[in-house]
């Protein structure tokens, strides 16, 4: 099963890496760092293609609402289009 924590090198993503790769799950640490940027989406779709399972552990660049929404909103929207586009690769 492939898991992709989005924010996978920050305080909490990294310890949920971890436990996950001691588990022996296929995990991917989604961040900056490894080339996904939720805010641009950049990587993001390649990151979350074949996941069954995403977490979201990742800091809002603002603690001010209308940033925090935005920032759930494009992941949301990337997720939305990684799964159509999967749905219809599995269609006969």
């Known amino acids: 099963?492939?898991?992709?924590?989005?924010g996978g090198t920050g305080l909490v993503g990294s310890k949920l890496v971890a436990l996950l790769r001691k588990r022996h799950?296929?995990?991917l640490s989604a961040s900056p760092?490894?080339?996904?940027?939720?805010l641009t989406r950049d990587g993001l779709p390649a990151a979350l293609?074949?996941?069954?399972?995403?977490v979201d552990v990742e800091n809002?660049?603002?603690f001010e609402d209308n940033?925090?929404?935005?920032?759930?909103?494009?992941l949301v929207e990337a997720l939305?289009?990684?799964?159509?586009s999967d749905s219809r690769r599995r269609s006969p």
């Open 25 to 27: 799950q296929e995990v």
């Open 49 to 54: 293609a074949g996941a069954q399972v995403v």
């Open 80 to 84: 939305s289009i990684v799964v159509s």
């Open 67 to 74: 940033a925090v929404i935005a920032t759930e909103a494009t």
């Open 60 to 62: 809002s660049p603002s």
């Open 33 to 38: 760092a490894s080339g996904v940027n939720t």
């Open 1 to 6: 099963m492939k898991i992709v924590v989005i």
